[in-house]
């Protein structure tokens, strides 16, 4: 998987073999959001985080939660999601919703 994810983004021409690009695989069947809180700590010793877009609730929400990432933008993209904790995304006010990356 890690091998066909990396061809991918050597084709779409984005920014991949560089010191500061990281790639980050979800090992087996971990949780997302477990997963995601997994690469947190990594991901603000890099520096000020400035957006981070995510289509599941939960994880978009974990984000703008974790201490270190305030100052950051937060983008929902409500695209393909499962549909958990809509209702309590839709309460958040730090959070900006989007439905493309267009905005």
Request: charged share 30%; proline share 3%.
């Amino acid at each position: 998987m890690r091998a066909g994810t990396e061809d991918a983004i050597r084709k779409a021409g984005l920014p991949y073999d560089q010191d500061r690009v990281y790639l980050e695989m979800k090992p087996g069947d971990t949780d997302d959001t477990v997963f995601k809180k997994t690469v947190f700590e990594k991901v603000a010793s890099l520096g000020n985080l400035v957006a981070a877009y995510e289509n599941e609730p939960r994880n978009i929400m974990a984000m703008a939660d974790y201490a270190e990432f305030k100052g950051g933008q937060f983008f929902f993209l409500d695209t393909l999601n499962s549909g958990e904790d809509v209702d309590l995304l839709a309460s958040r006010s730090d959070l900006i919703w989007a439905f493309d990356f267009l905005l």
